[in-house]
């Protein structure tokens, strides 16, 4: 079975603060996603990667950053947390054309206070 | 710009009956589409999918229905159970040849609730 694993299950950070989320999937997937998913606005795309130090903005890439340095890893970072960035993060990988599927992590539940 | 809509936030059907969620996008360039279920604390897992070829697509107790010229699709459950009670989301993605096809758009999701 493919794996993602997302290293917290529930993240509490303060205003300002960097703050890193890790991704990793265990199936040698090229694609690579972060979205966050919010009550009434589903699931929004951030910052999606194809490969290896490629990355690309998703719909709502503002106050975030990616890193993937390592085929197997995708890093969320938030350069500097603010309360509107209070979600429930979701990382996912893919082989090939998204008609194939994602495999979505657990998620992180980030709250900024 | 919700290129992806779900107009129900939720829906509450009892066991044994169909449960029908809907599904409605704007983008002519989507050429695939999806359902993932969500439980609370987990991650989506895909359900079923259908290719715009086709207007119907059936496993086992989940049927996805498509409608391009309205640009609408549906999925139904038949019967509905309790552990069907979830957040389900419809997805789509583009056209290999348009190069749009590695990314999914989502909807905003349905939570159904089914009761005994």
């Known amino acids: 079975d493919v794996k993602v694993t997302q290293s917290s299950r529930y993240l509490v950070k303060r205003t300002g603060e960097k703050v890193f989320l890790e991704c990793v999937q265990d199936m040698d997937h090229e694609n690579m996603f972060w979205y966050r998913q919010d009550p009434g606005l589903g699931l929004r795309l951030i910052y999606f990667?194809?490969?290896?130090?490629?990355?690309e903005k998703g719909d709502i890439p503002e106050g975030y950053s990616v890193s993937r340095e390592k085929k197997e890893r995708f890093s969320l970072i938030l350069e500097s947390a603010s309360t509107n960035q209070t979600s429930m993060y979701l990382c996912a990988s893919s082989f090939g054309a998204a008609s194939y599927g994602y495999t979505f992590g657990s998620g992180t539940r980030l709250t900024v206070v | 710009d919700q290129q992806v809509k779900q107009n129900s936030p939720s829906l509450s059907v009892q066991e044994g009956r169909i449960s029908i969620l809907n599904c409605d996008y704007t983008n002519s360039m989507f050429d695939y589409f999806l359902w993932y279920k969500k439980y609370p604390a987990e991650g989506p897992t895909f359900l079923i999918s259908i290719s715009s070829i086709k207007d119907k697509n059936e496993d086992g107790r989940f049927t996805v229905f498509l409608n391009k010229s309205a640009k609408h699709l549906s999925l139904h459950i038949v019967p509905s159970q309790p552990g069907d009670s979830a957040v389900y989301f419809c997805?789509?993605?583009?056209?290999?040849?348009?190069?749009?096809?590695?990314?999914?758009?989502f909807g905003t999701g349905t939570r159904l609730q089914v009761t005994l």
């Open positions: 997805a789509a993605s583009g056209n290999p040849n348009t190069g749009t096809a590695s990314k999914l758009t």
């Open positions: 990667s194809y490969d290896v130090k490629m990355k």
